[in-house]
């Protein structure tokens, strides 16, 4: 079984900054050895990719959507058993409902597709507003 618990979403004037973590706890693996990826999605939208950490397994690459990329950045830190997602200059598009996901077994082709997740977060909500 494993947990997934996302925190950190808030309310934020555009421009600002926000850190959301993702808390993992598994009775069968380690964090490592998932990809772990934080999805969104935005009042009326359909849920998007944001960002990805492959499993260690994998080469632990960190791949970003073109969206995002330059101001929000994923990291792992296997020791917290916590995936973050550092959100830098955002802009009230950036509105939404982020999931932490996690799966195992994933190809490259496939990380940016929600469906391939096994495991899934409650969301925590980030609104950027003036």
């Known amino acids: 079984q494993v947990n997934l618990v996302e925190s950190g979403g808030g309310l934020v004037q555009p421009g600002g900054s926000l850190r959301l973590s993702c808390a993992v706890s598994s009775s069968e693996r380690t964090l490592s050895s998932y990809t772990t990826a934080w999805f969104r999605q935005g009042p009326g939208k359909e849920r998007e990719f944001v960002a990805v950490v492959r499993s260690r397994s994998s080469g632990g690459r960190t791949y970003h959507a073109d969206s995002v990329k330059g101001r929000f950045t994923i990291s792992r830190d296997n020791a917290k058993n916590t995936v973050y997602l550092q959100m830098n200059s955002l802009n009230p598009e950036d509105t939404a409902v982020y999931y932490c996901?996690?799966?195992?077994?994933?190809?490259?082709?496939?990380?940016?597709?929600?469906?391939?997740?096994?495991?899934w977060g409650q969301g925590t909500q980030v609104t950027v507003s003036s």
């Open positions: 996901a996690a799966g195992s077994g994933l190809i490259l082709s496939s990380v940016h597709n929600g469906g391939a997740y096994t495991y």
